[in-house]
């Protein structure tokens, strides 16, 4: 059993390309390991600085991640800002933390550029609280996507320095969660690249079986095939990925074989996934409205969750504090 640390940017709602890509899997994952999932409340903060929607997206995303089946009594599902340890470690890290690597990173650099009025400390820092998320549970897993590959390499390095500096063989160096074969890249309705939020191509987990129709109807075609047993073109062939993840086989197979033979009526198609769409992400929102409007049920979740995380936390503070020469008069 590993101990796995999962954070969950508190900003936007998830869409299909989230589920396929990685919650789906979450389920089986927090049976079979040690799961911490948070919500980087902090985090946000260091691109969204002011409050109007703070507690709406946290509860959101909170209401979302268990609706896809994340189960609060099997995992420690919490919020990053009930965790009074997250800030101290955090500033006892940054005392290890370079100006210069820091500055090096590829995300800092891109918010630079997107956010030029906005460079600030926390955004310099956003790889330091994020090893300390991961390493205040002492944790050896992290699911992450290919855009967080070099925040985990940094918490390896901290983790790695921290033990050298004071000569133990404290922190684990954590790697990447290995998902196996199973991930599913799907793209967006737009005709090429994967499904994202700032693309304007998703189709939400939470979207109303209107939206999802009114977005399927107006995915991006082609003039239809010419030949037999032609390669699709990209828009198609990502309709045809987005049916095979909701679509029975049958209906898969039925337009695949439509298509191959010149047959295929695209408004048929869409038609179909949108129904499809709809008939797989109907129980996720059902189940997310009953959760959102549950305010008491929430608040018991992320209550029980700080309580499960500050005892790992607190414990790791402990030690750190030891290492580090901290001591009582
Ligand atoms: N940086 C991550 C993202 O943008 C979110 C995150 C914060 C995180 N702390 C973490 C992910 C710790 C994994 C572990 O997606």
């Known amino acids: 059993m590993d101990t796995v640390v999962s954070g969950i940017r508190s900003t936007g709602k998830l869409h299909l390309g989230n589920y396929f890509g990685a919650l789906k899997n979450f389920v089986k994952m927090q049976n079979e390991n040690h799961c911490y999932f948070f919500i980087a409340d902090y985090h946000s903060l260091t691109t969204h600085p002011t409050p109007e929607n703070l507690h709406e997206n946290v509860k959101q995303v909170l209401a979302e991640y268990l609706a896809c089946g994340i189960d609060p009594e099997v995992a ?143 995915a991006v075609t082609d003039s239809g095939p010419t030949k037999m047993n032609q390669d699709p073109s990209e828009p198609i062939k990502n309709l045809f990925t987005i049916m095979q993840v909701v679509s029975e086989a049958q209906t898969f197979d039925y337009f695949k074989e439509q298509y191959k033979n010149c047959s295929i009526r695209y408004g048929d198609l869409k038609k179909q996934l949108a129904e499809d769409i709809i008939k797989f992400t109907d129980p996720l929102r059902t189940r997310f409205e009953e959760l959102y409007s549950d305010n008491d049920y929430l608040g018991r979740i992320v209550n029980m969750g700080a309580e499960k995380a500050r005892q790992s936390a607190s414990q790791t503070l402990k030690e750190v504090r030891e290492i580090i020469g901290f001591k009582k008069f």
């Open 76 to 218: 420690t599902v919490f919020l990053q800002s009930d965790i009074p340890e997250i800030p101290e470690l955090y500033l006892l890290l940054n005392m290890n933390s370079y100006i210069g690597e820091l500055e090096r990173t590829t995300s800092f650099k891109d918010k630079v550029r997107l956010q030029p009025d906005n460079v600030n400390a926390g955004l310099l820092t956003y790889p330091v609280l994020m090893a300390t998320d991961i390493i205040i549970h002492k944790a050896s897993k992290v699911p992450v996507g290919k855009d967080q590959e070099q925040n985990l390499e940094m918490t390896r390095k901290f983790a790695r320095r921290f033990n050298n500096m004071y000569k133990v063989d404290y922190f684990p160096e954590p790697t990447a969660y290995n998902f196996g074969e199973t991930l599913v890249k799907i793209p967006g309705l737009d005709g090429s690249g994967k499904m994202g939020k700032s693309e304007g191509n998703a189709v939400y987990l939470t979207d109303s079986p209107g939206v999802i129709r009114k977005k399927v109807m107006k």
